[in-house]
């Protein structure tokens, strides 16, 4: 345990203690949060992906920890993955073994072993309505990570809390959102804070390549770029995932006279309601779209039929080309994949392939080298898409509403820092039809 006169020196120094106690080294900016934490109520630090918060805020939790008699630190986050697999994770990893003798880590708390009641800090997820609230402390730290994306309900207890002249709030994270209490905090109430903004072009952390592979895969006046390099908050107005020139640059009015080599693909769209279209598309070997199947109802015992005419035209025209057949199945497209799994064992298509596709499951990356990550299985669809287009990979024919389509659709940065397309529902709300044809 620290002396008494070693915890009066460090109390006020969380750079020194980190370097002399912890054994760490912060950078210059890390330094300054750190010292603007000891010497301020309120700190609201905005940055880029990648430079080092969830250390600096397990350092934080670590000094407060140990300069304070009977301190508490609750700590929360947007999701579990965030709060427990990150930040409190990373609490464990700067406990060295001297540390050790005096300070026990559990998945569900860090505290004083010699007062496990009243010397704690806990992680409480922010989807928890009361995941702030019963703190009550002389010495209070409360650290708030991906703060855009904890709503404003968490923080009102915090503000109730914050009465002690040793009270104090850190909160971080990626700028994702355009309201809200972290928003605020840079904006509105800016003066009451003492705030940074964090790019990742000035972090020795953030290596170079992959701030050009953002640049590169969506332009420096994006989105993606702003929040997740730049630090700052995302334009009033959100991007087109797609652009414009890309579709256009590879929407043929004069087709390829294309003829399968190696595969056939059929995406099937069965309408629901509305205006939608049933759309059946189908490409030669991922690159050569054909011409659009529209049909405008929503008889899936119609629609199946048509299918298969298709089917047995494209088995008799390309012998022996398999032929993979994807049904979203989120809807009445059920129906039309029931009965198409019935007839191919009828008619014992050895060389179609028939898949059951849902949307809006998990998501994640196509490759492990993009440096953003997609929130579900549509977005990592429409990103494969997107590359295709943007680097003339693909052949599509010329449609204007197909067009349309593929480059109205707005996204955004979620506050996992995930892309997230814009939903159908909001494309209407814009007068924009659902986007049928781009399956």
Known sequence: MLSIKAI??????????????????????????????????????????????????????????????????????????????????????????????????????????????????VPRTATQPDALQGFHAEHILYIIDEASGVKDTT???????????????????????????????????????????????????????????????????????????????????????????????????????????????????????????????TIFDKTYQQPLNILHHNDTMQVTGRIVQIIEQLRQKYLGIPIHIKIDCDGLGVGVYDRLKEIKQQKDWITIKLYECHFGGSGGKNKQEEPVEFSNSTGLMWGLLREKLKRQEIELIYDDKQITQLSNRKYRINSDGKIELERKEEMKKRGLTSPDRRR
């Open 8 to 121: 009066l020196y460090y109390k006020d120094r969380p750079v020194e203690f980190v370097k002399d106690i912890i054994g760490a080294v912060p950078d210059e900016i890390q330094a300054e949060i750190l010292n603007s934490v000891a010497q301020n109520q309120l700190t609201s630090v905005r940055s880029g992906h990648g430079i080092g918060k969830s250390a600096l805020q397990s350092w934080l939790i670590i000094w407060f920890m140990c300069t304070r008699p009977f301190p508490k630190i609750p700590c929360t986050a947007p999701t579990k993955h965030q709060l427990h697999d990150i930040l409190w994770a990373e609490v464990a990893k700067w406990l060295n073994p001297t540390l050790k003798t005096e300070i026990e880590w559990t998945q569900e708390k860090l505290y004083m072993k010699s007062n496990p009641e009243n010397w704690f800090a």
């Open 155 to 281: 923080f009102e207890p915090v503000l109730g809390s914050l009465t002690t002249p040793d009270a104090k709030l850190i909160m971080c994270g990626n700028p994702t959102g355009l309201s809200g209490f972290f928003f605020d905090s840079h904006n509105k109430n800016r003066s009451m804070y003492n705030t940074f903004k964090v790019s990742g072009e000035n972090s020795k952390r953030v290596s170079k390549e992959y701030i050009q592979m953002i640049i590169d895969m969506y332009g420096i006046e994006s989105d993606v770029y702003r929040v997740r390099v730049a630090g700052e908050f995302p334009k009033a107005m959100p991007d087109s995932f797609i652009q414009l020139d890309w579709v256009e640059n590879c929407s043929k009015k004069i087709h390829t006279k294309s003829y399968p080599k190696n595969r056939i693909d059929i995406g099937v769209d069965v309408a629901r309601y509305g205006d939608d279209e049933t759309v059946i598309n």
